[in-house]
T-cell receptor
Framework: SQELEQSPQSLIVQEGKNLTINCTSSKTLYGLYWYKQKYGEGLIFLMM?????EEKSHEKITAKLDEKKQQSSLHITASQPSHAGIYLCGALPGGAGGTSYGKLTFGQGTILTVHP | GAVVSQHPSRVICKSGTSVKIECRSLDFQATTMFWYRQFPKKSLMLMAT?????????EQGVEKDKFLINHASLTLSTLTVTSAHPEDSSFYICSARPLVSEQYFGPGTRLTVT
């Protein structure tokens, strides 16, 4: 089965600092989603990567998927307190199709704290 | 972006009773929705895939008679926790896909069984 490992498990940074969160898969990824979650709330979709070497940006957040499609990184530039939360990567396993398409396996999450 | 809603957001029930949670796609149709469960400080675990007009597909270890799923329309899936027990207390989240490249989650429902 697909397993996702996120690192670090938690991260505390000062406002304005850059940071990176990694997500490593035990198998080739068909697609990789990044979400942000406030504790006790739903998930906010950030972006989805599908092609090897793909990179997407939204505001101050950039996500990349490596060429082998087994590792993704999420980079936040000039972090702000509003970036605080739990970041989750979710993967579509390779070969998933039909009505099973969309079944995501999640990493354990990275808790980000940004001190003002 | 696409919106997925859940109702109720919080529910407290007594042990032995049943609780129904609704998941709606507000501005798109979803033939498939997914139900996840999240324990405190843990990641999400997929419970089942809800298929419009047919039976749900359950993940290994999830009791289908315990967690009844009905997907009666293209915008509504319901999860009923039957004969709830304290160990069923959890955060339940649904998701749906308006496009192949996107998957949106509802705000979640916190269930507490006393």
């Amino acid at each position: 089965s697909q397993e996702l490992e996120q690192s670090p498990q938690s991260l505390i940074v000062q406002e304005g600092k850059n940071l990176t969160i990694n997500c490593t898969s035990s198998k080739t990824l068909y697609g990789l989603y990044w979400y942000k979650q406030k504790y006790g709330e739903g998930l906010i979709f950030l972006m989805m990567l599908q092609k090897g070497g793909e990179e997407k940006s939204h505001e101050k957040i950039t996500a990349k998927l490596d060429e082998k499609k087994q590792q993704s990184s999420l980079h936040i530039t000039a972090s702000q307190p509003s970036h605080a939360g739990i970041y989750l990567c979710g993967a579509l396993p390779g070969g998933a199709g039909g009505t099973s398409y969309g079944k995501l396996t999640f990493g354990q999450g990275t808790i980000l704290t940004v001190h003002p | 972006g696409a919106v997925v809603s859940q109702h109720p957001s919080r529910v407290i029930c007594k042990s032995g009773t049943s609780v129904k949670i609704e998941c709606r796609s507000l501005d798109f149709q979803a033939t498939t929705m997914f139900w996840y469960r999240q324990f405190p400080k843990k990641s999400l675990m997929l419970m089942a895939t809800s298929n419009e007009g047919s039976k749900a597909t359950y993940e290994q270890g999830v009791e289908k008679d315990k967690f009844l799923i009905n997907h009666a329309s293209l915008t509504l899936s319901t999860l009923t926790v039957t004969s709830a027990h304290p160990e069923d207390s959890s955060f339940y989240i649904c998701s749906a896909r308006p496009l192949v490249s996107e998957q949106y989650f509802g705000p979640g429902t916190r269930l507490t069984v006393t």
